[in-house]
């Protein structure tokens, strides 16, 4: 008897063992979680809001918050391990994510959800895809629908908070978008020069005109004859307003100022945020873009 109780034991604990053993992307997260992993921050604060509250439902971030936009980002061990265990992996697409094609070959049953899918795309001056979506108020609001749906799809369980988080938070971007659309349709001053080319889609949205921009690729500095074009151009449109980003060195900016007596200011395009950040973070800084505009184009 001894011997029988013995082997039903060492059965009885294999079998707990095989059940307990991660075999895979399931389905669910760590202790039955749904894992949603997002690209980069702001994919970040949409997917946040979407889910925010729900049980077991947990978002994280595979980049750091100070990452930056993700044109040339190189994926990390780190990386990879985060979206190992991840149940949903929420990007922004429009070819943003150069890595995309890497995570597919090594994770091939992930499931991914494009922010931007179907949404009309700007074309930069070489005719590509711009993927800055989320910097215009509609863009954003488009691409927190396309999160919701692709989030109900693959977790079915959960459509009716997720459905109710998205519905409030739309009604807060509508509202955000509305009081821009208010504080700037009387400004006088529309030619704008920007930074680099993350805010194409912020100013069809809201009636700017961009004459000019510093940096094509960000963190490339501008040739001697970009900085001389950029001159002529603000000079000959009497543009006076230069547009920086927190994200980047003002330099190139400052010796354009410098030449042309141009002001410079700073807008955010969201792409950086705190590793803490509060789920009203896109909102806050977009109302602080609002007060840099409301001030420059005066």
Known sequence: MKK?????????????????????????????????????????????NIANG????????????????????????????????????VINGAGLESFLDKVLSQLPDLTIIEAAKGIELLKDENG????????????AIQEVKNITEGLI?????????????????????????????????????????????????FAQEFGLNIVSVIEREPGSEPSASELAETIRIINDKKTKVLFTEPQYSPKAAES??????????????????PKDAELDSYEKTMLENLNVLAEALK
Request: hydrophobic content about 40%; charged content about 20%.
């Open 4 to 48: 029988i109780c013995a082997v039903l034991i060492l059965i009885l604990a294999l079998i707990l063992a095989a059940c307990g053993q991660n075999t895979g992307n399931t389905g669910y997260g760590q202790d039955g979680e749904t894992l949603i992993v997002t690209s980069f921050y702001p994919m970040y604060l949409f997917a946040s």
């Open 54 to 89: 729900i049980e077991d439902v947990k978002v994280v971030n595979m980049t750091e918050p100070q990452t930056g936009c993700l044109h040339d980002y190189q994926l990390v061990p780190a990386d990879l391990k985060t979206l190992e265990k991840a149940d949903i992996f």
């Open 128 to 139: 590509e895809d711009n993927p800055h979506v989320w910097v215009s108020i509609s863009g």
């Open 153 to 201: 799809a693959a977790d079915p369980a959960n459509e009716a908070s997720y459905r109710k988080n998205s519905e409030e938070y739309i009604g807060k971007l509508e509202t955000l978008k509305q009081r821009m659309h208010d504080t700037l349709k009387d400004i006088k001053t529309r030619d704008i020069v920007t930074f680099h080319e993350a805010f194409p889609y």
């Open 256 to 273: 354009i100022a410098a030449q042309t007596g141009a002001r410079i200011y700073v807008l955010d395009p969201v792409v950086t945020g």
